[in-house]
């Protein structure tokens, strides 16, 4: 908790700061332009490489109201140029309506929808980000830049970006990617068993993540989860996967995977999602991106909260949404949240590119993904070494062109 010394230490000098920010708000601007983050991780380092034409400027995590009113505010205001971007909700309450008063360029930011190798738990750094000015996807009470993409893109008029989005999921669904592609491959038959009913795979997240907390009105747990697919299927196979945070223990498991051992196939292995949705006929979610990569599998999905796809009709929906109503295509969501909203970014040779490159990067990365008897030491990072060998990888093939008569 901040002292009653600082704050009183801090007010003294506030006017100063105030005199201070309007001097150089109105005078030339010198250097580069401030990115104010807040709410970001100390890790997070690799904004720098996102924005090298700006002043990256990271405020404390652990930020009081109090600081930022006589203090940070006066550091955005200094500079006309500002611009300000939040993690998520993790930034000072009042930051967003203070960017508005002030007219300072305000995003939200979030991981893409396909992000790296390895879980951001880990601090792997992002392929993709998600900027939006209205609000987090995942808020399903508010309007969003990416719901204002699905209820109003032209995507019939829009061959081009179609006919990319299309290649794009062929791409994605025979590399088997995902969002993260932790997860070991394995041959699903050896686990599942033989197929002889129905089969029903129910997707488990972190029962304290956002996406729940604001996508979903009624708070489900994954056993809840679990026992309604139990429940509306009485003769099918239910299957569980935890979510790879639970099972890597980077994250608590709010609700006891043993309490519905008797009700359903819990997987205690981390397995990639695309070998856990092969011969699944349907998908039970809250609110989970499984959930729409299932639907490009052209599996049936049930979703108990309102994820960014729900609402147009390609989903078993539980949670209605009256701003939504428009019937869009699995193929079109596809184009507006993973096209369209996001940006992309390869941390190799630390540059912006399209998702067409990212999945190549990624599918070189999966490749390159050493099998857990074949890992380093502890004291090495395994993550560290694959980016070297693919950086070396896509150093020689340039080389290689360049030679090349």
Not at 118 to 125: D, E, N, Q, S
Not at 342 to 371: C, G, H, N, T, W
Request: proline share 6%; with cysteine; aromatic share 10%.
């Amino acid at each position: 908790m901040v002292s009653a010394f600082k704050i009183v230490t801090e007010v003294i000098k506030t006017p100063f700061r105030v005199s201070g920010s309007y001097l150089k708000r109105f005078g030339k601007p010198k250097g580069k332009p401030p990115l104010f983050l807040f709410g970001f991780n100390e890790w997070k380092t690799f904004m720098h490489d996102w924005f090298p034409d700006h002043k990256v400027i990271f405020a404390p995590m652990q930020l009081w109201p109090i600081d930022f009113a006589i203090d940070w505010k006066w550091r955005v205001l200094a500079d006309r140029r500002s611009r300000v971007l939040a993690w998520q909700y993790k930034g000072v309450p009042q930051l967003k309506r203070f960017c508005r008063k002030h007219a300072v360029p305000f995003q939200y930011v979030e991981d893409g929808f396909i992000r790296s190798i390895a879980l951001g738990a880990h601090a792997a750094p992002p392929m993709s980000l998600a900027f939006d000015a209205q609000d987090m996807y995942f808020n399903a009470n508010v309007p969003t830049d990416l719901e204002d993409l699905l209820a109003t893109y032209d995507f019939d008029s829009d061959t081009v970006l179609m006919e990319r989005a299309r290649k794009c999921i062929e791409r994605q669904l025979a590399a088997g990617l995902s969002k993260y592609n932790q997860g070991e491959r394995v041959s699903v038959e050896a686990i599942y068993g033989a197929k002889t009913k129905r089969r029903i795979l129910v997707i488990g997240q972190v029962e304290r993540d956002a996406s729940i907390q604001y996508g979903s009105i009624k708070k489900y747990s994954n056993n809840d989860l679990v026992w309604i697919a139990v429940r509306e299927n009485p003769n099918a196979q239910i299957i569980y996967k935890p979510h790879p945070e639970v099972l890597q223990g980077t994250a608590d498991a709010m609700s006891d995977p043993d309490a519905v051992r008797g009700a359903a196939l819990v997987l205690d292995m981390d397995i990639s999602l695309s070998d856990a949705l092969q011969t699944i006929d349907h998908v039970y979610t809250i609110t989970s991106l499984a959930g729409f990569e299932s639907l490009l599998r052209g599996i049936k999905v049930t979703a108990l909260g309102c994820p960014f796809y729900s609402g147009w009709g390609v989903t078993d929906d539980r949670q209605p949404n009256k701003r939504r109503g428009r019937k869009l295509t699995a193929e079109q969501i596809f184009a507006a949240a993973y096209i369209l909203y996001p940006r992309y970014f390869d941390p190799v040779q630390k540059e912006p590119i399209e998702i067409e490159r990212a999945l190549d990067i990624l599918s070189q990365m999966r490749a390159l993904q050493p099998r857990p008897d074949q890992l380093p030491a502890k004291e090495d990072d395994p993550l560290e070494d694959l980016v070297i060998r693919l950086s070396e990888r896509l150093q020689a093939t340039k080389k290689r062109k360049r030679l090349q008569p």
